[in-house]
């Protein structure tokens, strides 16, 4: 067993990396259980701590595949889920955040994950016709009764977290965050850093686009969501190519990969930022849980931002309907 440094979200310590355990349900295409267990058990062996779901996940498939790989060994492990989609996968999205729905969805993700408490509890989007302070009332009320240990957001915007903090204090929000997605800069993550809160960049690899195996969506499931993503579409694609062919050479010169040279940008956003790149294969646990270690000198972040500026990305992160449940 070897370990990785550790960071603070809020109150929490966790690995300054996590594992994204999304794939292993959904999203992407078809999994292995085996090979996704074995996946999360080297990453407990390799020191990441914070293993990241959700409900929402593959049906509840994700928290149950995670629930059976810590089972013997809870003690390595932070969880990491979240509550707040009400729909299935492909029906329309219902999003709740109701306090009589913060509770069901909490012993209901206990059950699953089959543990008598989550480390951390994220409601995955904020419900816009509910008031936050009702849904943290809920989420708070969870941690007196021991079933929850700290609170996250994922998606909130900057008045958002404001008004959920002063309710009870958020630990983390879990929100977007890589080279081609830096909506949060401006204004999300100065609130965070204010208050104390740590954040949780998903999709740091830009949904694996960052590392360069995917020129096409040829060859991706017909269910895969990145076929439903602009950043994937036809035109768009060319041009995003671009960037990550400039990138694969600049972290040649380095001597790592392109997704490492992507995550270490990440990693070096400040000492209060967790990425949880997401993967199925021990292969690339192991590289990136290797770019935790890879230092970057102003120049080489000042290279970076030079071949991938923010402004070059063609086309939007989500499509419109998925954007439209992100809190503004
Ligand atoms: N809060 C939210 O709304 C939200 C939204 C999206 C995701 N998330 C969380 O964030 C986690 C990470 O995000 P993500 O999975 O969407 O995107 P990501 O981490 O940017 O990329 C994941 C993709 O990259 C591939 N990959 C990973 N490491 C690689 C490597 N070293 N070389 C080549 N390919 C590699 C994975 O392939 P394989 O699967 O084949 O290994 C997968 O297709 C998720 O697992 C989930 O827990 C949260």
Redesign the pocket.
């Known amino acids: 067993m070897t370990s990785i440094p550790t960071r603070q979200l809020g109150d929490l310590t966790v690995s300054a990396q996590g ?6 349900s959904h ?2 295409g078809a ?1 292995d259980d085996a090979e996704s267990i074995a ?1 999360i058990h080297r990453a407990l062996d390799l020191g990441v701590t914070l293993l ?3 409900d929402f ?1 593959g049906a509840g498939h994700n928290e149950e595949l995670v629930g059976r790989a810590v089972a013997d060994r809870r003690d390595r492990a932070v969880i990491a889920t ?1 509550f707040g989609f009400a729909n299935k996968l492909g029906e329309p999205t219902a999003i709740r955040g109701d306090a009589a729905y913060v509770r069901q969805a909490c012993d209901a993700s206990l059950r699953r994950l089959g543990v008598d408490h989550i480390d951390l509890y ?1 409601q ?2 904020v419900d816009p016709d509910v008031p936050i302070e009702e849904t943290v009332g809920a989420m708070a009320e969870l941690v007196a009764a021991g079933k929850v240990r700290h609170l996250g957001l ?2 909130a915007s900057a008045a958002t977290i404001r008004r959920a903090h002063a309710v009870h204090p958020i630990a983390a929000l ?3 965050w ?1 080279l081609w997605t830096r909506d949060l800069e401006e204004e999300i993550a100065p609130v965070c850093r204010e208050l104390g809160i740590g954040i949780v960049p ?13 020129t096409s969506v040829e060859g991706m499931a017909e269910t895969d969501v ?1 076929r439903t993503q602009p950043r994937f579409a036809d035109g768009n694609l060319e041009r995003n190519l671009a960037i990550v062919d400039k990138l694969t050479e600049l972290a040649a010169e380095k001597g790592v ?1 392109a ?2 040279l992507a995550l270490a940008w990440v990693q070096h956003r400040g000492a209060d930022v967790v ?7 021990e ?3 192991r ?2 849980v290797a770019a935790v270690a890879i230092g970057l000198s102003a120049d080489d972040l000042a290279a970076i931002d030079a071949v991938a500026p923010a402004d070059a990305v063609a086309g939007t992160r989500y499509d419109a309907s998925s954007l439209s449940f992100v809190n503004r």
Do not use: V, W
């Open positions: 594992l994204g355990c999304m794939g292993m999203g992407y999994s996946t990241d779901t959700s996940y979240k994220y995955h989007r994922s998606e879990q929100s977007e890589s998903f999709s740091p690899l830009g949904r694996g686009f960052l590392t360069g195996r995917y990145r990969t997704g490492q990425p949880i790149p997401g993967t199925r294969r292969k690339y646990l590289e990136n």
